[in-house]
């Protein structure tokens, strides 16, 4: 089987980039071994400290974010860098040709229950014309991205990542500690029966999406005329592979709870990477109107609406 080094060198990636991605993927390898150990790392609990979006940080959302942070800034092609779990961007080398921008520990939720929690991560380019502490760097599309992808530490940790048209996925051989090929070209069913929504928000959503969700539920005796499943995991990483593996539809669509803060998923960090994950495994990703990819961001801890998965189901909720 094919390993991350030889994929990566069967491409025509240009070999910085290569050597990014390798080395967010060995960081993504260490992030894994400290999960393993669980309680045995010291690496449960709270952290006592927030971060901007005011949330509690759990010690791994901590640890996680400075192991990356650290890798990144004395890499000599990464002019700045971004989390989750930054204020503000990170400048790195002056004279670096990419961003990276990364949630270190998304679905912090799950790590003292032992859940699945995840990295994600992405790289631009650099704007030549603005200076590397210019937070105006990472305002850039989706659609720019050169290369996205999540670690999902679960059962096995693995690495599913796009370098631009497809989506691969890679199964860390923990005994070589090396990420190995195990799906080439990942390809999302274009009809599900299964979705993935966090109904506690139910009453907060728009009419419309109270209606779609509505008649998933009402399954065959419904407008649907089929039985749907749902599931919900609490880290988008988990939901997305799950539906990269078998199809779905997962959304976090926006709602009236907060009207300063009408949706919760981060722009930059989550819905961007994961958007050209699943566009290039065949998929769509919409925030309720336009395809995420094609948004321009307007602030760096931008929060948007997120439907994706199954193409023909995205469909369908859309013209709901
Ligand atoms: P945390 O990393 O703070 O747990 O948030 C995870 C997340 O951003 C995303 O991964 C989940 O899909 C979503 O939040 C879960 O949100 P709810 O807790 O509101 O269901």
Redesign the pocket.
């Known amino acids: 089987m094919k390993t991350l080094h030889d994929y990566l060198r069967s491409t025509k990636i240009e070999s910085s980039l290569i050597e990014l991605v390798e080395l967010l993927a060995e960081t993504g390898n260490k992030i894994s071994h400290l999960v393993r150990q669980g309680a045995l790392a010291n690496i449960l609990g709270a952290a006592d400290s927030q971060n901007i979006q005011g ?1 509690d940080q759990k010690k791994l ?1 901590v640890i996680a974010n400075q192991m990356i942070k650290d890798t990144l800034i004395n890499f000599s092609t990464v002019a700045a860098i971004a989390s989750e779990e930054e204020d503000s961007i990170v400048p790195a080398n002056s004279t670096g040709k990419f961003l990276v921008a990364f ?1 270190p ?6 790590i003292d229950i032992n859940g699945q929690i995840g990295s994600i991560f992405t790289i631009y380019p650099r704007l030549a014309d603005l200076a590397v502490d210019n937070e105006a760097q990472f305002l850039q599309p989706g659609r720019q991205q050169l290369a996205a992808g999540y670690i999902l530490y679960g059962p096995s940790t693995q690495l599913v990542m796009s370098l631009g048209k497809t989506t691969q996925c890679f199964t860390l051989d923990e005994s070589k500690s090396t990420f190995v090929l195990t799906n080439e070209q990942m390809q999302i069913a274009k009809d599900t029966q299964e979705f993935s929504i ?1 109904m506690s ?1 139910q009453r907060f959503w728009s009419e419309k999406m109270r209606h779609y969700i509505g008649e998933l539920i009402l399954g065959a005796s419904g407008s649907r005329g089929k039985n749907f499943n749902m599931r ?6 988990g ?1 997305v592979h799950r539906v990269m593996m078998r199809g779905g539809i997962f959304l ?1 669509p926006s709602d009236n709870r907060n009207p300063k803060q009408p949706a ?3 722009l930059l960090y ?1 819905a961007n990477p994961i958007a050209m994950l699943v566009e290039n495994a065949g998929g769509k990703a919409l925030n309720e109107s336009q395809s995420i990819l094609t948004i321009q961001p307007k602030a760096l801890h931008e929060r948007v609406a997120v439907i994706l998965g199954s193409a023909n189901e995205v469909d369908s909720c859309m013209s709901a």
């Open positions: 949330e959302d949630d520990l998304d679905g912090s939720s799950n966090n928000n919900w995991n609490g880290a988008m990483v939901d976090y919760k998923l981060r989550e």
